[in-house]
C-alpha cells in the first residue's frame, strides 16, 4: 500500500472514529444509546471474565497432560494428583 493511500485510510478511519464518539458522547441520543449499551457491556465483560478463566484452566490441564506423557515417556511414574486441582477433595 502507498504512502498517500495509508495517510488517506488513515484520516478516513479518524474522522470515523471523532464522528460516532461526538455522537455518543455529544448528542441526546447518543447519551440514551450508552445508557442502553451498558449493561449489555457489563454482560460481555462478566463472559470474556469466565472465558479468560476457562482458557487458563485449559491451558493448565494441557501442560499436565503433557508432563504426564512425558513422564510416562521415560518411564517416571507420574504424580497421582494434577498441579492444577487444588490439591485432594475436602474431607480426605
Do not use: N
Not at 451498558?38 to 478463566?53: A, I, K, V
Not at 485449559?58 to 490439591?87: C, D, F, K, N, Y
Amino acid at each position: 500500500m502507498e504512502d498517500r493511500a495509508r495517510v488517506v485510510m488513515s484520516a478516513c478511519l479518524g474522522a470515523l472514529i471523532g464522528g460516532v464518539a461526538g455522537y455518543l458522547f455529544l448528542t441526546e441520543d447518543g447519551r440514551r444509546l450508552r445508557e442502553r449499551l451498558d449493561p449489555g457491556m457489563d454482560d460481555l465483560l462478566r463472559e470474556m471474565r469466565h472465558l479468560r478463566s476457562a482458557a487458563e484452566k485449559a491451558r493448565l490441564a494441557a501442560a499436565e497432560g503433557l508432563q504426564t506423557v512425558s513422564e510416562l515417556r521415560r518411564g517416571i511414574t507420574p504424580r497421582s494428583e494434577p498441579a492444577w486441582s487444588g490439591g485432594p477433595p475436602r474431607g480426605y
